[in-house]
């Protein structure tokens, strides 16, 4: 019985770990832009674009 108890607050103190790191990483700024990682593999760097010109020549 008193495993039990020890796994409870064990849980306990985990998921109060996983929402301490939640507040920490909103807070920061992680999920300020949800847009343009999605889209950003659409378009193409314009260094990549010069580098292949200038091997061209």
Not at 20 to 36: C, H
């Amino acid at each position: 019985m008193t495993v039990i108890i020890i796994l409870i607050i064990v849980s306990i103190l985990v998921a109060g770990g996983f929402l301490v790191a939640f507040f920490w990483a909103v807070r920061s700024g992680q999920y300020d832009d949800t847009y343009s990682p999605s889209v950003r593999i659409l378009f193409e760097d314009k260094k990549k674009d010069s580098e292949k010109n200038h091997s061209k020549d």
